[in-house]
């Protein structure tokens, strides 16, 4: 219950009156009743401003890679040449390729409409967590699984993507059979991580590194013996997983650190890069 008004005055007069010596007065300070905050609005009350709907993310997504995808088609021999000298020499330094693995988590690709923002590193262990299911994952497949896109790092410099991502087909006219090593393809990260790795692992490895960007309907009648050979026993089975397995709605089902010893295995000392 509260105090009588009447009390409450006659208290506080006699306060007052005790106080005056001093100079003081006690009086009423008034009561402020904040306003209570706001509450959010409802889901079905917000702006379409406001909230992206798939299908407009996949469009503008899509609108952003189409101009770099067109740059990569209209490279032409001298923009491939002027690449290969631009990267005849490391740029990274001599690091572990461990830590280049690593670093995919860094890295994504603004063209693959399959991924979207996934990193390279949860499409490579994709790829795997797949070969493991199917029993295919041997120590080579697997290898090549986790350094094939290492030269997708190259986003992470100022060379334009145009340049590291994308498909790849022949520049210019090629007679049939000549062979890939033997005609200009277009430059991307394929032949960067190729020229980093061509001296250290077993040939046709490297060459799937080289090639497993292929344009193939275009690339196809080029080949020589040789390729259509390990185009059909590597590139073939490799691209169905480096493709198929593409999401960005499914967390991989092996953890990276699971493959180091792959890695040290084949790359026991740090590489120029």
């Known amino acids: 219950m509260g105090v009588p008004v009447t009390v409450a005055a006659r208290a506080g007069r006699a306060v007052n009156r005790a106080l005056r010596p001093l100079n003081v007065e006690l009086r009423r300070r008034p009561v402020v009743v904040e306003a209570p905050i706001a509450a959010p609005p409802e889901p079905d009350r917000w702006s379409t401003d406001q909230l992206s709907a798939p299908e407009q993310l996949q469009s503008a997504y899509a609108a952003a890679a189409a101009p770099i995808i067109e740059r990569h088609r209209q490279q032409t021999a001298a923009d491939v040449l002027a690449l290969k000298r631009r990267y005849a020499e490391p740029i990274f330094g ?3 390729v461990w830590d280049l693995v690593e670093r995919l988590g860094c890295c994504i690709d603004p063209t693959d409409q399959r991924l979207y923002a996934a990193s390279q590193q949860t499409h490579v262990l994709q790829m795997i967590a797949q070969m493991e299911r199917d029993g295919v994952a041997t120590p080579e497949l697997v290898l090549v699984a986790l350094i094939h896109d290492l030269g997708k790092l190259l986003l992470l410099t100022d060379e334009d993507p145009a340049n590291v991502v994308c498909m790849n087909g022949p520049v210019g006219e090629w007679e049939p059979g000549s062979g890939l090593d033997n005609c200009l393809l277009q430059w ?4 960067f991580a190729y020229e980093r ?12 590194i080289r090639y497993h960007s292929l344009e193939r309907a275009q690339t196809e009648a080029l080949m020589d013996e040789q390729d259509r050979e390990r185009a059909e026993r590597l590139l073939t089975p490799f691209a169905h997983y480096d493709h198929a397995t593409k999401t960005p709605f499914a967390l991989p089902a092996v953890s990276l650190l699971g493959y180091r010893d792959v890695i040290e295995e084949a790359f026991p000392e740090p590489i120029p890069f």
């Open 188 to 191: 991307n990260h394929d032949e």
């Open 94 to 96: 001599r690091v572990r």
């Open 197 to 208: 790795f061509k001296d250290l692992i077993p040939d046709e490895l490297a060459w799937l």
